[in-house]
């Protein structure tokens, strides 16, 4: 593969448009609606221990956002964790990643509309409560489906309009949502948390093994889609710069969101609240608390809708541009990669993804009832899909930034994983990152505990990877290609054509003359051996 699977040459390339609130919106907006899903699955799953589960699930997070910000701010390309494999592990390994995380995305668009409007049906609860049978399928809720199905079609239309306009809609979206969360954390562990409430459900009401490995293996929904902005790195002004600044604020501010909402929601109502109102569980939080309550119930309800509508736009620009990604790289098919001619936007890949969505949301809604607790299965259908893919491509994503530290020593890296250990290999000095490790040993245990307990995620997921696995066997055998080995690439090459079309041309700089001191290295030590 040539430079022009990173610029574009001979095609339209996508457009560097996004700044630096841009990339931390593109984030948030993924990231921090996780928030509004998961508080109230993980709560019901792991009950008393909930604030824990939120808290081990969070370090994992900050473990996998710190790999994210060293791949993508050295490789700011469209592709994300797909692209950092193809480098790092080869073909197979990209083909592997971009599949888990192209389920992840379409799940992130479906998951993200049906709950946006489970909480916008918190004003209308006869379209929240409707249920009607469809022939074999019982207790389906039309109303519900037709209303995801109509804001994922609005955002599939917007993203083909370019991302300049999604961008916007996400970051003045997002500012109204940080701003909002940040008031209602605040003012409920003022006005209503009660620590000996949180001290009676732990002691009451601690889950056995099962459902403390189920709730954690949830929990880790609350911190997923940090690869938004890996994803936008190729549309990002100035990355090297920006993606480091936007993924460690992103980084912390969700993970004060995420804990301060599991302990406000322990200390503030019983978690037998959240059963059966786990699409609405922070508005049915926030109306709890005394004086602000009759005002912050609907008013979160509103945010919520908003919050979880722009992170459903961010899995349609993610999903659209890992899909570029892959065909550029003879992943799939190069009908993907064509770009609109006047919008500058991959509008196939957002059409059939978005399809694939829209598809999964009827899927998910045919499952009716839980017949134990009378509530809608469709939110816990798609979470139980949502952690598969996620941990998956992330465990994948650890092992190749440890293997690039070892394989592409070269690269400048605008920002290192902490925790370093020197290692000198081949005259060239190597920092092995001993965080690196330990997340991947982490997303691994997380990803055990998903295939042991999310009874759906473990049949639907697997099956997932194995269509994707039939049509890339297929694609790379009509083509010649092998569908195990990789194909011979000019990496240096590929990024210094990263570099040139980022503009980083300090870091382009760097990059040579590292290149120019390997080369003379080798030469001398060639004439070394020679003589």
Request: charged share 15%; aromatic share 12%.
């Amino acid at each position: 593969m040539s430079s022009e699977a990173a610029t574009g040459t001979g095609k339209a390339e996508l457009r560097r448009d996004v700044g630096i609130w841009g990339s931390f919106m593109w984030g948030y907006a993924d990231v921090g609606a996780n928030i509004y899903v998961a508080l109230g699955l993980v709560v019901v799953a792991s009950m008393g221990a909930s604030p824990l589960v939120f808290a081990l699930a969070g370090m994992v997070y900050i473990m996998i956002g710190l790999a994210y910000t060293e791949l993508a701010s050295s490789y700011p390309v469209a592709g994300g964790g797909q692209y950092f494999a193809l480098r790092g592990l080869g073909d197979f390994a990209g083909f592997l990643s971009g599949a888990a995380l192209l389920l992840d995305y379409t799940i992130n668009i479906t998951l993200f509309s049906v709950a946006a409007m489970g909480y916008a049906n918190f004003f209308i609860p006869q379209f929240a409560a409707y249920a009607v049978d469809i022939g074999p399928f019982k207790q389906v809720n039309l109303i519900w489906a037709i209303q995801s199905l109509g804001l994922t079609a609005f955002l599939a239309w917007l993203n083909a309009r370019g991302i300049r306009k999604s961008s916007l809609f996400n970051e003045v979206l997002g500012a109204i949502g940080i701003a909002t969360q940040a008031l209602l954390v605040v003012l409920g562990l003022i006005l209503a948390w009660d620590p000996k409430l949180v001290i009676s459900q732990w002691n009451n009401y601690f889950p056995g093994a099962r459902e403390f490995m189920y709730g954690s293996s949830l929990a880790i929904i609350s911190f997923i889609g940090l690869e938004s902005i890996s994803q936008a790195a190729q549309e990002t002004r100035r990355p090297a710069t920006i993606v480091p600044r936007t993924s460690i604020a992103l980084i912390f501010t969700v993970f004060l969101f995420a804990t301060g909402f599991s302990w406000m929601a322990m200390g503030v109502v019983g978690w037998e609240s959240f059963i059966g109102n786990e699409e609405k569980s922070v508005a049915i939080l926030s109306s709890r608390i005394p004086v602000i309550g009759p005002i912050a119930g609907p008013l979160t309800a509103i945010l919520g809708a908003i919050i979880l509508a722009i992170s459903a736009n961010s899995g349609v620009m993610s999903v659209s541009r890992l899909a570029y990604s892959m065909s550029r790289f003879n992943v799939i098919s190069n009908w993907f990669d064509a770009v609109h001619p006047k919008y500058r936007t991959p509008v196939r890949t957002i059409v059939v993804f978005t399809l694939i969505g829209m598809l999964q949301i009827l899927l998910a809604f045919l499952s009716g009832k839980d017949v134990q607790t009378n509530t809608f299965r469709a939110m816990d259908v798609l979470a139980n899909m949502y952690a598969f893919g996620a941990t998956l491509g992330y465990f994948i994503v650890f092992i190749s930034a440890v293997r690039l530290r070892f394989k592409d020593p070269y690269t400048p890296r605008p920002y290192k994983i902490p925790f370093n250990i020197k290692w000198n290999r081949n005259g060239k000095t190597i920092d092995v990152p001993i965080l690196g490790f330990i997340g991947a040993a982490s997303v691994l245990f997380v990803f055990i505990e998903v295939v042991l307990t999310h009874e759906i995620g473990r049949i639907a997921g697997p099956s997932w990877i194995l269509l994707c696995f039939i049509y890339y066997a297929w694609y790379r055998r009509k083509n010649n290609l092998p569908i195990f080995g990789s194909l011979r690439r000019d990496w240096e090459k590929e990024q210094i054509a990263v570099l040139e079309s980022a503009e980083e041309h300090d870091l382009l700089e760097q990059y040579k003359i590292a290149l120019a001191e390997r080369d003379r290295s080798g030469h001398a030590a060639k004439r070394g051996r020679e003589q």
